[in-house]
């Protein structure tokens, strides 16, 4: 298809891009089939010298039967179908978050007006201290592990958009969100901001490079080195949604 | 202010400005409406300039728009332009035109009454409804500029955190006012249909454009106030510094910005179920007038309008997929959402049946009516992607979203709107439109519009955001820009295609053919009385016999030589006398329009 996503990178997205083409096929045939009712009705029931109408209320009960039965059907075959799958989904993927996973990597994701900044625990493991690494606009992430994001807004309502993730989530002032999503395989990913958010809205842009592990250890630890050396002891941008060293 | 002109009794003609006559507020109305319908419209063009043409000077107009900028849409133009387009095109165009005129218009000659029940407080609607107008406009026109968060104005964007200035205030102002008329109408109306039916005009003889405007009306009472408190605690926040929804660390507020959405969606969601009923209603009786047959299953659309109606409030939840609601009650909007699709399976169900062994007329108002039928299955179907959670999460807030509910309340219900003023007008001014200009602007219409809207579904497909100023920031859209310009070209094409109608308007109202009393053939209570209507609408109010659709019955050919049978005509005309016992029963009517009965015993013919 010359204008459609792009490439799926993540590891759930195949889900999403099946619902789309379960409920692509499914709708296109009603719409078929709609279509050659009405074209028939259209070029065979046309005003003609003499032609009457065949006269019907429509309103007995075999009529009734007919038509609930139709529409309990495609309930029934569509959206039954499609709500069954997609619950079993969220259950068992989409929200089923990597809590007590150790190999999950913890992000917290701070938006405002108009970029995003991405704070990694660092090799301690816990948000607020020293080795925290802060970046601006560009996520670093390895391929093949568990990302799990915690979000939340300075100012107002934000929401960061993965098109090759397939997802997305607000970032909310005054609340948080979360999301996760694993990379398939390593690459450089566009991500953005999904909600309006001002005049500048357009240009909240950001990348997420998903390397490869060895790759993101050694990113890591430079940036952790350089963190160290620019430490500010009174962050004000998290709310505390990961576990926050106090003081 | 009881003048001898508002004398319903009197016939006289009733001043313009200051009418209390129903017939006189619907011609207010609908130029108000096709005054702001012209104001959104030309903002849709500007718009897509920008998506074809991003940050290039915008022809013919550029300078005069945007001076400041050298001709070119700059970004925070662009972001005004969006919100009130949409702020425009829902509460100034579409709801003036299809509420405050069809409904004003057509109720009380629908049910055989002489005026709304309370004529001063239908006035005082279209004068609030113009104070909101006012309030609207003037926003352009005051320090920092038009109003910039959206039509969904989501705080903390709306509130003085993201929006500061007068603008957004008098946005809020004029959304509150917009309100304040849309309840009176709707106690108007729902006080009328309830109160002021003919004798005879039992609730299943009601056109199906009656039915629509009633669940409107009540969808309008319960609703409308939910976005009007939204808008009296946003008021506060942006004047008074409440931090109802204000929150954050930029200001440290302890609101919930969420509590908006509720309170927004709450009323939103119903709102498409506001502007799509009545235009279901109206198409479902036109369907049956112009395919000469009566609505199929009229008694199984009658409920689905109220299933519809009862359901509009259980399934606003879906808008909100993404803000982190909880997985409960996600999961239960996302089937309630489902569930709502059957009552609308139903009723485009009822459509084919009336089509399908029709003896279809292809006068103008019934292709503009076919057409929406069309655009309906495409953006009803597609209205299923969104439902879902697992697929919402890469549509929502991109173009997939646009391109489905402008199919649903920009293509169908603006199909409906010209559908109904080809076939009201002739009532309306007494003149008949020009059929060759309607056909001409329906054809142009009806392939630019999906063109448009189909292509924002792929565009939205290919992942697009919405209300991006300038999509090329983004690689993976950049490849995109070819299909955005043909979706522009066919924009253009759509926008000066309504130059054909407002020709065809214009041309019409003064120098069209004169309007015999009952152009169409059909037999509802609007066209047994002259048109245009006098001031009093019937000289005695009519008596009911049949439903509105009593088409094609062989009795009626055989005994009348016509196909259609008006409302009011006795049913000793049709059918074999009855005895007065039976019609004291209410049995002399029961052919018509009681499910189960054929028109008339087979030997009778």
Not at chain 2, 588 to 598: L, Q
Request: charged share 15%; aromatic share 12%; glycine share 10%.
């Amino acid at each position: 298809m010359p204008y459609g996503p792009p490439r799926d990178a993540s590891l759930d997205g195949h889900l999403v891009d099946g619902a789309f083409a379960y409920l692509t096929i499914a709708t296109g045939i009603c719409f078929a089939i709609v279509v050659v009712v009405l074209g028939i009705a259209l070029l065979f029931h046309r005003r003609r010298a003499g032609r009457v109408a065949h006269y019907t209320h429509g309103d007995r009960r075999r009529d009734h039967v007919v038509t609930l039965g139709v529409a309990v059907a495609m309930f029934l075959g569509i959206d039954a179908v499609l709500a069954g799958r997609s619950l079993g989904h969220l259950e068992t993927r989409f929200w089923s978050y990597p809590d007590g996973d150790p190999a999950a990597v913890r992000v917290e994701v701070t938006a405002r007006q108009w970029a995003w900044t991405f704070r990694l625990a660092g090799p301690d493991g816990r948000f607020g201290t020293r080795d925290d690494v802060v970046t601006l606009s560009e996520l670093h992430v390895p391929a093949g592990r568990p990302i799990y994001l915690k979000l939340h807004s300075k100012d107002v309502i934000h929401s960061l958009y993965l098109p090759a993730f397939r997802t997305k989530i607000d970032a909310v002032p005054g609340q948080t969100t979360r999301l996760w999503f694993q990379a398939r395989e390593p690459g450089r990913y566009e991500l953005g901001c999904a909600q309006h958010c001002g005049v500048s809205h357009y240009l909240m842009r950001g990348e997420m490079m998903a390397t490869p592990e060895a790759d993101w250890q050694g990113w890591l630890d430079r940036a952790v080195q350089d963190a160290r050396l620019r430490y500010d002891a009174t962050p004000d941008s998290a709310l505390g949604a990961w576990d926050w060293e106090q003081g | 202010m009881e003048t001898a002109s508002d004398n319903p009794a009197s016939g006289a003609s009733p001043s313009v400005l200051f009418s209390r006559d129903h017939k006189v507020i619907a011609k207010q109305f609908l130029a108000l409406g096709l005054a702001f319908l012209a104001v959104g419209g030309f903002m849709a063009m500007l718009i897509r300039w920008q998506m074809a043409h991003p940050a290039a000077p915008v022809p013919l107009v550029g300078r005069a728009l945007f001076g400041a900028s050298g001709g070119i849409i700059s970004p925070a133009a662009y972001t005004s332009l969006f919100t009130m387009h949409g702020t425009i095109m829902i509460f100034f165009a579409v709801t003036p035109i299809l509420i405050g005129a069809f409904g004003n218009f057509c109720i009380p000659l629908m049910i055989g009454a002489r005026d709304m029940v309370f004529p001063t407080l239908n006035m005082l609607s279209v004068w609030t409804m113009a104070a909101a107008t006012g309030t609207l406009t003037a926003s352009f026109f005051v320090p920092l500029g038009a109003p910039q968060a959206g039509w969904t104005a989501y705080a903390t964007l709306s509130t003085a955190v993201g929006t500061p200035g007068l603008g957004q205030t008098l946005w809020v102002v004029a959304i509150y006012l917009n309100g304040a008329s849309s309840v009176m109408g709707a106690i108007n109306y729902i006080t009328t249909i309830i109160r002021e039916r003919a004798p005879g005009m039992t609730w299943l003889r009601l056109p199906l454009t009656v039915w629509g405007f009633l669940m409107t009306s009540i969808l309008n009472a319960l609703f409308v106030p939910v976005l009007a408190a939204g808008m009296v605690l946003l008021f506060f926040d942006r004047v008074f510094g409440t931090q109802f929804f204000v929150a954050g660390s930029t200001i440290k507020g302890g609101g919930d910005p969420i509590l908006y959405q509720h309170l927004f969606w709450l009323f939103g969601h119903p709102e498409v179920y506001i502007l799509i009923l009545p235009a279901w209603g109206i198409v479902s009786d036109l369907l049956a007038f112009f395919a000469r047959k009566p609505a199929y299953g009229y008694r199984v659309t009658v409920g689905a309008f109220v299933a519809v109606t009862a359901l509009s409030s259980l399934v606003y939840g879906h808008h909100m997929f993404t803000t982190g609601m909880s997985p409960l009650l996600g999961e239960s909007f996302m089937v309630l959402t489902m569930i709502i699709s059957v009552p609308a399976v139903l009723l485009f169900l009822n459509w084919l049946g009336t089509l399908w062994r029709g003896s279809i007329h292809l006068d103008t108002p019934m292709l503009y009516c076919l057409g929406l039928v069309f655009t309906f299955g495409v953006g009803g179907l597609t209205g299923l992607f969104l439902a879902d959670i697992v697929a919402d999460m890469y549509l929502h807030d991109t173009y997939f979203v646009v391109g489905h509910f402008h199919l649903i309340m920009a293509a169908a219900v603006l199909l409906a709107i010209f559908a109904g003023l080809t076939f009201w007008f002739p009532k309306m001014f007494g003149r008949m439109m020009n059929e060759p200009l309607g056909k001409l602007h329906f054809w142009l219409t009806i392939v630019s519009l999906n063109v448009v809207f189909g292509g924002q579904l792929v565009i939205g497909y290919a992942g697009m955001q919405r209300r991006l100023y300038d999509p090329s920031v983004y690689e993976f859209l950049r490849p995109l820009l070819p299909l955005n310009q043909l979706i522009s070209r066919a924009a253009f094409v759509l926008g000066a295609a309504q130059l054909i109608f407002v020709g065809n308007f214009c041309w019409s109202l003064l120098r069209g053919r004169r309007a015999p009393e009952n152009p169409w053939q059909v037999g509802t209570l609007e066209w047994s009385i002259p048109s245009p209507p006098p001031h009093h609408n019937f000289d005695a109010i009519p008596v009911v016999h049949h439903g509105p659709h009593e088409l094609g019955n062989p009795l009626v050919l055989a005994r009348l030589g016509r196909d259609w049978l008006g409302q009011t005509e006795a049913a000793e005309l049709a059918w074999p006398a009855r005895t007065a016992a039976e019609d004291a029963a209410g049995g002399g009517v029961e052919t018509a329009d009681t499910a189960g009965a054929p028109a008339a015993p087979e030997g009778t013919t």
